[in-house]
């Protein structure tokens, strides 16, 4: 890395001594390769955490990478039911059509017969799907024409 930015270093000064075309060109060469270098340090500043955690704890509580598992599967599992109620419902609602099938609407009503279970699994649902428009909004939001505005942790 401090190879790297002793290069950029370099490279800074010739691009602000540069003019016209040449100029312009060692200064979006510049820019490109400022914009690869933060981030490779916000990458190495990451990755050092986690060794300094794993050396720390000793790679952590196992429990705790399985919790991470299930979790995963889990919310791949919402997921999933999302998009084909988006996909049997929805859609053909939105061409002017009838919907294919109520999907979890009728999952919905069904569970709410049972007491708090349907609040329940329709919170967790709700949750997921807003928890899953906030990480959009943070992995998109954030540029403005594939030009990153700010990095987001």
């Not at 916000?42 to 060794?51: A, E, G, P, Q, V």
Request: hydrophobic share 50%.
């Amino acid at each position: 890395m401090m190879e790297a930015s002793k290069e950029l270093m370099v490279m800074r000064k010739e691009a602000i001594r540069a003019n016209g075309r040449k100029g312009r060109k060692l200064n979006d060469a510049y820019r490109r390769k400022e914009h690869d270098f933060k981030r490779d340090v916000l990458l190495l500043d990451y990755f050092y955490h986690r060794l300094e955690d794993a050396y720390k704890n000793n790679g952590g509580n196992p429990l705790l990478h399985f919790a991470n598992l299930l979790f995963g599967i889990l919310g791949s599992l919402i997921s999933i039911a999302w998009a084909l109620h988006l996909i049997l419902y929805n859609l053909p609602i939105a061409a002017g059509a009838r919907s294919i099938t109520p999907f979890l609407n009728t999952f919905f009503t069904l569970v709410g017969a049972v007491p708090f279970v349907g609040i329940v699994m329709y919170g967790i649902f709700v949750v997921w799907l807003l928890l899953c428009v906030i990480k959009g909004s943070i992995k998109m939001g954030m540029r403005l024409f594939f030009i990153q505005v700010h990095p987001m942790k």
